[in-house]
């Protein structure tokens, strides 16, 4: 079937074209884009690890900021470069009064991803000198993007509902200080340390959408604020980073565990989406989901429970039956909500929060991008017309 047929396949060759011709893959499927050192995922069975060590014991052992160092510099630090970076982090968490007044202007019923990617932008005007090359100038960028973005998220949110940003605490860790930017009530030390793990196990998961969209903006050698804000704008579809506001709203939508097989079987019948359900890589429960349900009970435990995680395992339940012989299980999506929920946390904000963990693994590949850079640039496979005639205006 010749390629100017417009009822031709998606990436069918073109009559008397080579039989040689690469295949088309939809969304790059299986197809390595670049080599990389910063993660591994084991998709059957369901290991993670960042730079070789396994991510479920970095949330258990590690901080943000020391795997955000692990990530981006390639080991862990010592106790001193640790202390420093954490210092430098600290220092660095105010932003300019000109950002939060550009972000008064935001419209308040604006989303906040949309808000965080424009702010995120904005640094470029204030930090332009690029200096790739420069060890200190990536340190610097490092510990800006990382100390401001979470600032940002907080701010935006308070100025939305008509108050003054909270200034941030020099004197707080860094969940603990997102989370009191959020409310000006220093959190429970477990509430906490339970955020931390979460921005962990969110930071990094090798070549997926948004880390996609990081190294090739990164591969054009423009400034790492316009590489974060890429990012940022990538994960904010409901796709990838939007997905864990839609789990809430899908389980409010079933509303008893009575409903849940009728619900499912509906679902799939019409070929619905099941949020938070599937990903590319995993042919079994995604690891970062087995942490996030321990942490849910965990703070279920502390603070009282959801009836919602209830709703939600039963879901799981009736689903492994239905989409477990397919290979699609719980994803990461699937528990973060009912955690973020529990810390009270606005629904809107659980995707930049992800953003807030993510910034550290999008740091790292833009790092590591720079090491061994080319531009990408990748081909296409044409499916539009042949050569033809032009054709006057007055004659069509």
């Not at 692990?70 to 202390?83: S, Y």
């Not at 790739?132 to 998220?153: F, H, Q, W």
């Not at 930017?181 to 030390?189: A, G, H, K, N, V």
Request: hydrophobic letters at 45%; one cysteine or more; glycine letters at 6%.
């Amino acid at each position: 079937m010749p390629v100017s047929d417009p009822a031709a396949a998606p990436g069918a060759p073109a009559e008397g074209a080579a039989s040689h011709a690469p295949a088309f893959r939809p969304g790059l499927e299986g197809v390595p884009a670049t080599q990389s050192a910063i993660c591994d995922i084991d998709g059957r069975q369901g290991h993670l690890t960042y730079r070789g060590y396994d991510a479920a014991i970095l949330a258990a052992q590690s901080t943000f900021l020391e795997t955000a160092y692990l990530l981006i510099w390639g080991e862990l630090p010592t106790a001193l470069q640790l202390r420093d970076f954490e210092h430098e982090v600290q220092m660095h968490r105010r932003v300019s009064f000109r950002i939060r007044d550009m972000m008064k202007s935001f419209p308040a019923q604006g989303h906040p991803m949309d808000a965080l990617q424009a702010s995120a932008a904005s640094l470029g005007l204030f930090y332009s000198r690029r200096a790739l090359d420069n060890p200190e100038y990536i340190y610097g960028a490092v510990v800006r993007l990382l100390a401001k973005i979470p600032t940002m998220v907080a701010a935006f949110q308070l100025i939305r509902k008509g108050q003054d940003p909270i200034q941030p605490r020099d004197d707080l860790p860094y969940a603990a200080n997102f989370l009191y930017m959020l409310t000006e009530r220093e959190p429970d030390p477990l509430a906490a340390r339970i955020f931390d793990a979460c921005l962990i196990i969110h930071a990094e998961h090798s070549l997926n959408a948004s880390t996609f969209s990081a190294r090739v903006t990164a591969s054009t050698l423009t400034d790492p604020y316009a590489v974060v804000a890429s990012a940022v704008g990538t994960l904010a579809g409901p796709l990838h980073g939007g997905a864990n506001e839609d789990v809430l709203a899908m389980l409010e939508a079933i509303g008893s565990e009575d409903q849940v097989a009728p619900w499912l079987d509906r679902a799939i019948a019409e070929r619905q989406k099941i949020m938070g359900f599937g990903h590319r890589e995993y042919k079994v429960k995604d690891p970062r989901a087995v942490i996030l349900q321990r942490l849910a009970e965990q703070l279920f435990d502390r603070f009282g429970h959801d009836p919602l995680y209830d709703l939600a395992r039963k879901v799981e339940e009736v689903a492994a039956s239905r989409l477990g012989p397919k290979g699609i299980y719980p994803n990461v999506d699937f528990y973060s909500g009912l955690v973020y929920r529990k810390l009270g946390i606005p629904r809107d904000l659980f995707t930049p929060i992800f953003a807030i963990a993510r910034t550290a693994g999008w740091l790292a590949h833009w790092k590591e991008q720079l090491g061994a850079n080319r531009i990408f640039r990748p081909s296409q496979i044409y499916t539009g017309a042949v050569p033809r005639e032009w054709t006057p205006l007055e004659a069509r």
